[in-house]
């Protein structure tokens, strides 16, 4: 009996010896074209370090994508390995992740993995699966944040949210079994509205002129009308409280033209130092903008009101990218890096200005993109760029086959591993994409495919398709559904559309 018992323990050890740790490194809302490693732009005036060290070491997939470009659908995507409409999150509202299904933590947890989530969760219901979690309420706070604990109770922590996220993950890491493999998920609020950075990087982009993009003043022309009827541009939705910082009682009876609906909610959370601190830096600012508000055009307001967003929107990047190098100097220190898989990623993309907008939603590439970066020692080589169009139902057979588990035949992604490899053979030629949120920012329904060319999407409420010239047109400013140059591309891809809706078992449009 006894050595039955050495002989199982020997083999668990053997076992657990080679199944490889996971760290998700996640965020909310973060855009491609906000992280150096992917190039483009803003790479030197706002460049993520830490991020681009990641990915120096591992691969950065420039062709990944998300199934539904929507937070809850998104995590839950990742945590299922399915599409919207197999995991019954269709939207952030409802009733909450049905949890009695099966799920990668659950899983990786079942076959012996410490399990661990801390941060943004936004499934409504508490996670299962996990060994320990402490999660944000709904969306979260950058300030003094509450975490919801396992117990139900919700306890606030004093400072910035991304720092204490990443604060509580190694902590746990450290309290861990150091025996057993561990799945660890650490997910930040930032950069999400209301972009509110960390103090110490209030000043980062002083005396910075952020480029802008060539569709920020998008007229709509050439595409459905829907998309003049959203409310997320930052001409028309972007409050001058709320989002662009710029306070009433600033303002001494200057009228701002534009909306201005909501309180400052992270103010409102600040101690008076932190409030002391947040003024030093935008109140002399706003004075001078309100100096000369009035010799402004309309399209100078806006041209401000982008600098405002943007400075904001990277000045929260810049404590995830922060956050990112302390947990790769963690796993460096503790002799942890060489059995781990370490991923960034985030729940989608953003838009930062293009076609005018915030926001996300929309099968357009800025928020259809999810940033993935994936370093696995001794598996994935330095520095590679595969092309391969992967898409977050991936992830959850990814981490199965890693941890040389079996991929359930219910899963609808598929494992990256021989992409990581450099062994991938028939990968997928197209992806399925749906949107079925209905509200805020009005963005309406939509399903689609793209492919490595070409994009389609049909939107039921206008009985509308619209399709995109990505080669020819890749800021997607013409829709060329029904010209008859493309009448043979939109036979195929209307082909494609249909055979992914039955592929992967959609239901009828509603
Ligand atoms: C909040 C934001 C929206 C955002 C949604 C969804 N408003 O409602 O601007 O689109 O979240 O974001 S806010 O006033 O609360 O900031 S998601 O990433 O959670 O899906
Ligand atoms: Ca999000």
Redesign the pocket.
């Given at each position: 009996m006894k050595l039955f018992a050495l002989l199982s323990f020997l083999a668990a050890t053997f076992v657990h010896a080679r199944q490889p740790n996971i760290v998700f490194l996640f965020s909310?809302?973060h855009a491609l074209r906000s992280i150096s490693a992917y190039g483009g732009d803003l790479a030197k005036i706002a460049p993520t370090p830490n991020i681009d060290r990641l990915a120096a070491s591992g691969a950065i997939f420039k062709n990944s994508f998300c199934g539904n470009s929507?937070?809850?659908p998104s995590r839950a995507t990742i945590l299922t390995g399915k599409h919207s409409h197999k995991n019954g999150f269709l939207r952030?509202s409802g009733k909450g992740l049905d949890q009695s299904q099966w799920t990668v933590p659950k899983a990786l947890q079942g076959t012996g993995y410490n399990t661990a989530v801390f941060g943004k969760w936004?499934l409504i219901s508490d996670p299962v699966g996990f060994d320990h979690w402490e999660i944000l309420p709904g969306?979260g706070s950058y300030y003094n944040p509450v975490f919801l604990q396992m117990d139900g109770s919700k306890k606030k922590f004093p400072g910035y949210c991304t720092d204490i996220t990443t604060d509580k993950a190694i902590k746990w890491l450290d309290d861990r079994d150091p025996e057993k493999p561990f799945f660890l998920m650490c997910q930040h609020k930032a950069p999400?509205?209301?972009f509110a950075p960390a103090l110490r990087h209030l000043k980062s982009f002083d005396g910075v002129t952020i480029p802008e993009p060539p569709s920020l003043f998008d007229d709509y022309s050439n595409r459905s009308k829907s998309l003049s009827e959203n409310e997320m541009e930052i001409d028309r939705h972007f409050h001058w409280t709320?989002d662009a910082k710029v306070r009433k009682n600033e303002r001494k009876g200057i009228e701002l033209p534009g909306p201005d609906r909501?309180g400052m909610a992270e103010y409102g959370r600040m101690n008076p130092g932190q409030k002391k601190e947040w003024d030093a830096h935008f109140v002399p600012e706003n004075q001078a903008f309100l100096k000369k508000v009035g010799s402004m055009s309309h399209k100078e307001i806006v041209q401000w009101k982008y600098q405002r967003y943007m400075k904001n929107y990277l000045g929260t990047v810049k404590a995830v990218d922060d956050s990112v190098g302390k947990m790769l100097d963690y796993l460096d220190k503790n002799g942890l890096t060489e059995n781990t898989i370490v991923i960034y990623a985030s729940?989608?993309g953003f838009y930062l200005g293009e076609h005018g907008w915030y926001?996300?939603r929309w099968m357009f590439e800025e928020s259809f993109k999810m940033p993935f970066v994936i370093r696995w020692p001794g598996v994935t080589k330095a520095g590679s760029r595969p092309q391969e169009m992967i898409q977050n139902i991936d992830y959850a057979p990814t981490f199965l086959e890693a941890a040389g588990l079996k991929i359930p035949a219910e899963i609808q992604g598929k494992s990256i591993v021989p992409t990581l490899k450099g062994e991938s053979k028939d990968w997928r030629k197209s992806l399925y994409y749906s949107y079925y949120e209905k509200g805020?920012?009005n963005v309406p329904q939509h399903f689609g495919v793209r492919t490595e060319t070409h994009k389609l999407f049909f939107l039921p409420g206008s009985d509308e398709w619209q399709m995109f010239d990505l080669v020819n047109d890749p800021q997607e400013m013409k829709s060329v559904y029904g010209q008859p140059e493309y009448a043979e591309v939109q036979k195929e891809l209307t082909k494609e559309f249909h055979r992914l809706r039955t592929h992967y078992e959609a239901p009828p449009f509603k």
């Open positions: 909310d809302d929507i937070c809850g952030n936004h969306q999400h509205r209301t709320y909501y729940d989608q926001d996300k805020e920012h």
